[in-house]
């Protein structure tokens, strides 16, 4: 079966950076796209960006465009998101999800990693 | 971009209520929608794709409609169990995604 299984929580100072890891079973790591959202404390999901496993090309939403690095390791089947000058509204629950082949949809999450940054 | 309004934020309702939210899209998004449910401290569960589909093994009560750039997301008997945060996403746009705010389903 198709497990995403993400890295642990992380505390970070404005200004650094964080690197999010999601380790993919039960699949072809290379041949889905991977997506992360963010969910702020109390607030909805927002949509950062994808990796393509295969290739390993990338899509940024602008918001995050320049601080955000989404990569992978196709040797362990991972895939990292980095995303660097840390502020406190960064603070966060961070989901790796898989997306369907040719669609739009994520029918796969992580479980997701919380981001906490504090002086 | 394509700008999902969902509504309402939040509702309260009795055990066996019939449920509907709405999504609408700031242009037409075709039938590119999916709903999605979040229990607290949990992550995202796909329950529709492309707005009208069940995904394996969720409930038949759920159930959406719509197409262009207005959607329904009916759950036709609410449960206890169904207490959540239910979200929109359309993928017009891909690669981009775009959530809507989310409905809160509090039990009256």
């Known amino acids: 079966q198709v497990q995403l299984v993400q890295s642990g929580a992380e505390v970070k100072k404005p200004g650094a950076s964080v690197k999010v890891s999601c380790k993919a079973s039960?699949?072809?790591?290379?041949?889905?796209?991977m997506h992360w959202v963010r969910q702020a404390p109390g607030q909805g999901l927002e949509w950062m960006g994808r990796?393509?496993?295969?290739?390993?090309?990338?899509n940024y939403a602008q918001k995050f465009q320049g601080r955000v690095t989404m990569t992978r390791d196709t040797s362990i089947s991972t895939a990292y998101m980095e995303l660097s000058r840390l502020r406190s509204d960064d603070t966060a629950v961070y989901y790796c999800?898989?997306?369907?082949?040719?669609?739009?949809?994520?029918?796969?999450w992580g479980q997701g990693t919380l981001v906490t940054v504090s002086s | 971009d394509i700008q999902m309004t969902q509504s309402p934020s939040s509702l309260s309702a009795s055990v066996g209520d019939r449920v509907t939210i709405t999504c609408q899209a700031s242009?037409?998004?075709?039938?590119?929608l999916n709903w999605y449910q979040q229990k607290p401290g949990k992550a995202p569960k796909l329950l529709i794709y492309?707005?009208?589909n069940l995904e394996t093994g969720v409930p038949s009560r759920f159930s959406g409609s719509g197409s262009g750039t207005d959607f329904t997301f009916t759950i036709s008997s609410l449960q206890p169990e169904d207490i959540a945060t239910y979200y929109c996403?359309?993928?017009?746009?891909?690669?981009?995604?775009?959530f809507g705010g989310g409905t809160k389903v509090e039990i009256k």
């Open positions: 999800a898989r997306r369907e082949y040719s669609s739009g949809f994520l029918p796969y």
């Open positions: 039960g699949y072809t790591f290379t041949g889905y796209y």
């Open positions: 990796i393509n496993p295969n290739s390993g090309g990338t």
């Open positions: 242009q037409d998004i075709s039938n590119y």
């Open positions: 492309d707005a009208s």
């Open positions: 996403q359309q993928y017009d746009n891909l690669p981009a995604l775009t």
